[in-house]
Every structure is written in structure tokens, then in C-alpha cells.
């Protein structure tokens, strides 16, 4: 089926540096999304994106997030300054309109 | 906002044994999804059903939307099985997909 690539699988970074998650979603869908899950925890809704814009966003992302996706390139997730309470897997996501989401196989963040 | 909640929270079977998987939510939905989540961490999407009935493979999904319920049979499980099935569930109307916390299925030989 569909699939959504994730770069890296893994990122060690230090609190308070920077880090971009990158995201190549299904090429022809409009829709992308990213998501957190800390390790045993639920899965959560961050962000939603379309035709350049945040469409959704929950309480979750934070001031210091910010996704974008130039000119088709990956669609990426930026969070500076890291804090300890990033660390979890962020799941990139990527849908035509309403229906159904593919999801990528994650990026395993741990800020130190 | 939309709550879903999953049942049982875990499951052991023998193989070749069937299970049923239930989600209820909070309010209508447009989106649903059963995904598959391997002891690993991936994730991969199972059905997306939200009315009717769908089948694929050994998996057949059973949403009644005006009752705010799905479920998920699996047929003659195999160890493979072994991970945790997680419902999703758009947040009335809108695209963001809100998960349960999961049944746990762990399948032995």
C-alpha cells in the first residue's frame, strides 16, 4: 500500500538544541499530520496541515513547534528549544481530504 | 471533544482462537480506523470502516455509527497477532484522528 517514509528513525539531541523531524508523505496526498506518542502512552493528535496552512492543532503544540513543507519537499516538524518532555516517537501521517490516514513508521526523539 | 474508549484493555488467546475487539466513542464520527501497533512501535492501518461492515483478510469491522461502537473480530488468530489494535476516531468533523488506549493481544503457539 501507500507509503510514508520518516527521517531519522531515531534522533539523540540535547535540551535545548534544535531538531527537525522530516516526513515524505504519499505523493499525492494534501493532507499531513504529525502525532506523539510517549513511550506507554496514547497516541496524540499534534498538528494538521493543508495548501500551506495549520488547519488543527491541540493543546500539545507548543509555541516552539512549527511544521512546513516547502515546495513539496518533506513536510517537517521543528521544535526549538527542545525540552526533556519531547522526548517520545512522532508519527508523521499523510491522507487524501477525509479519508483514510497512512501513518509512517515514526521517529524516536530523546532530548537528553 | 471525542473520547474513545477500547475493550477489554488486554487479551491472551491460543492460537487459532477468535477475538472481539470493541471501541466505543463519544460523538458521531465521519473517520474511523483500527490500526495495528507491533510490540516494536510501528504502526500500520488495519481498516478504515466508519459505518458498515468490512473484511480484510481474517479482520472483519463492525461499526454502527448511530449506536457509537465498532468492533474488530479476529478469526483464527495466529501468534503473529501479538501487539496492540488501537481505534481512531476523527474529532467531530475534523481531521485530526483520536486513538483509544488499546486492547493488547498477545497470541501463543
Known amino acids: 500500500g501507500p507509503k510514508v517514509l520518516q527521517i531519522p528513525s531515531h534522533q539523540i539531541i540535547d535540551m535545548g538544541q534544535m531538531v527537525t523531524l522530516n516526513c515524505d508523505p504519499v505523493?499525492?496526498?494534501?493532507?499531513f499530520y504529525w502525532y506523539k506518542q510517549i513511550l506507554g502512552q496514547q497516541m496524540e493528535f499534534l498538528v494538521n496541515f493543508y495548501n500551506g496552512k495549520v488547519m488543527e492543532k491541540s493543546k500539545l503544540f507548543k509555541d516552539q513547534f512549527s511544521v512546513e513543507r516547502p515546495d513539496g519537499s518533506y513536510f517537517t516538524l521543528k521544535i526549538q528549544p527542545t525540552a526533556l518532555e519531547d522526548s517520545a516517537v512522532y508519527f508523521c501521517?499523510?491522507?487524501?481530504?477525509?479519508?483514510?490516514?497512512?501513518f509512517g513508521p515514526g521517529t524516536r526523539l530523546t532530548v537528553l | 471533544g471525542q473520547q474513545v474508549q477500547q475493550s477489554p484493555a488486554s487479551l491472551v488467546l491460543q492460537e487459532g482462537e477468535n477475538a472481539e475487539l470493541q471501541c466505543n466513542f463519544s460523538?458521531?464520527?465521519?473517520?474511523l480506523q483500527w490500526f495495528y501497533q507491533s510490540p516494536g512501535g510501528s504502526l500500520v492501518s488495519l481498516l478504515s470502516?466508519?459505518?458498515g461492515t468490512k473484511h480484510t483478510g481474517r479482520l472483519t469491522s463492525t461499526t454502527v455509527t448511530k449506536e457509537r461502537r465498532s468492533s474488530l473480530h479476529i478469526s483464527s488468530s495466529q501468534t503473529t497477532d501479538s501487539g496492540t489494535y488501537l481505534c481512531a476516531i476523527d474529532d467531530q468533523g475534523g481531521r485530526a484522528l483520536i486513538f483509544g488506549t488499546g486492547t493488547t493481544v498477545s497470541v501463543s503457539p
Open positions: 505523493s499525492n496526498h494534501l493532507y
Open positions: 470502516n466508519p459505518s
Open positions: 460523538s458521531t464520527a465521519t473517520q
Open positions: 501521517a499523510s491522507s487524501v481530504a477525509m479519508y483514510e490516514q497512512y
